[in-house]
């Protein structure tokens, strides 16, 4: 994990940006002080994304990726003898003395470097340095051959002085840098197809309406592409979206060797009244020039829902109390209607005249236009 970190953040320092016939050789050394399934030393030469060679401490041989022409066999063998028996002896030195200043007594302790060169339209670049102790950074500094000079970033914990500065230079000029740039434009040569292929970027725009009115997320896709190396904006107005805003970023493996990068967006409600618009661009090596794409117009426009949904919920509410009580409200008149006629039938006067049964009922009723109870006498004859 730490040599994946590490491979990382030196790889986007190297290649930063999208640049033209830029090619890199980079070596990517480990060395274990402590009881592990691993060699003490291993190395991994990587040609830009692609591992091309491996070199260990328990067979002290490099093995290549691609053999190439015989007549370099020896060569290759003597070139990798020089680099990584140096890297191995200095890394080991280094390893001893920050375990006494450290003071390390138990467990293992692991050193990272990465060295390499680079090639910008075939133009021979700096060579890098970057050395590790428990996943910390303890050294980095450049070797310019066109300057014949070393630029230190970080120095080691003991300064150099002069000396050891004219040594380091005479090791870098005279070794180091003539073989990187040599294996370089050797195995540039013999990877051309794989490293040297371009493949456009497909890109989606896709849009989320994110749970419990949070907003709306939007998202930019760039997938199936090579080389690795792209630059994806999100703009908001015209205006780059600052990076705090945004989500992923990271270039991911298809799986294929191609690559794909996502940059995400959360629109809040107030956003999406607001009317911004929004719009993803990129370049690539592979395009001509930057790709544009701008989102649907509706997507950054205030959604009714957002606003309505309050009201539509209020109103609703409402209505179900209003017909809740209504309905509460029949049901007690109801009740009161059948009291009264129960009370007015066991009231009403009940006479016989001349054989015949004169009922007198007294009807009530509730008259609309003047909101009060009436009664209506009547008169039922029954012969007996």
């Known amino acids: ?31 274990i002080d402590g009881q592990t399934q691993f060699p003490e030393f291993s190395a991994v030469l990587m040609l830009d994304d692609v591992q091309v060679g491996y070199y260990d401490s328990v067979t002290w041989t490099p093995i290549y990726r691609t053999h190439s022409d015989s007549k370099y066999y020896d060569e290759e063998r003597s070139d990798a003898g020089v680099v990584f028996r140096a890297m191995y002896n200095g890394m080991k030195d280094r390893a001893f003395y920050l375990k006494k200043q450290q003071n390390y007594t138990d467990g293992v302790l692991i050193q990272q470097r990465i060295a390499g060169c680079e090639l910008n339209n075939d133009i021979p670049g700096p060579v890098h340095f970057w050395d590790a102790f428990g996943g910390q950074n303890m050294e980095e500094f ?12 970080k120095p080691w914990m003991i300064s150099w002085d002069q000396v050891k500065l004219r040594n380091v230079k ?54 199936g592409f090579y080389p690795r190396h792209i630059n994806l904006t999100l703009f908001r107005d015209g205006q780059p979206v600052n990076d705090d805003q945004l989500t992923g970023g990271e270039i991911l493996s298809n799986g294929d060797g191609t690559y794909q990068m996502r940059k995400s967006l959360v629109i809040n409600e107030e956003e999406l009244c607001e009317g911004h618009k929004y719009n993803c661009s990129m370049k690539h090596l592979n395009l001509d020039n930057k790709l544009d794409i701008t989102f649907d117009s509706d997507v950054a426009e205030c959604h009714p829902g957002y606003l309505i949904h309050p009201v539509v919920s209020g109103v ?10 209504i309905i509460i409200w029949r049901k007690r008149w109801v009740a ?13 006067a009940e006479v016989k005249v001349g054989g015949v049964f004169h009922i007198h009922l007294c009807a009530r009723y509730f008259d609309p236009v003047t909101y009060r109870w009436q009664i209506s006498p009547s008169t039922m004859l029954l012969s007996s």
């Open 142 to 153: 450049i070797f310019d051959k066109q300057k014949n000079d070393i630029q230190i970033k």
């Open 1 to 31: 994990m730490l040599m994946l970190v590490s491979i990382l953040s030196c790889w986007k320092i190297v290649s930063a940006g999208v640049s033209t016939g830029s090619h890199s050789l980079m070596a990517l050394a480990t060395y």
């Open 316 to 325: 609703l509410v409402f209505i179900f109390v209003a017909v809740l009580i």
């Open 170 to 223: 005479l090791m870098y000029e005279t070794f180091y840098y003539p073989i990187c740039i040599k294996v370089l434009r050797r195995y540039l040569n013999m990877e051309k197809n794989n490293v040297m292929r371009k493949v456009k970027p497909r890109v989606r725009l896709m849009k989320k309406m994110l749970p419990d009115s949070q907003g709306l997320q939007i998202s930019c896709l760039a997938t």
């Open 336 to 348: 009161d209607i059948l009291r009264e006629v129960d009370g007015l039938l066991s009231r009403n």
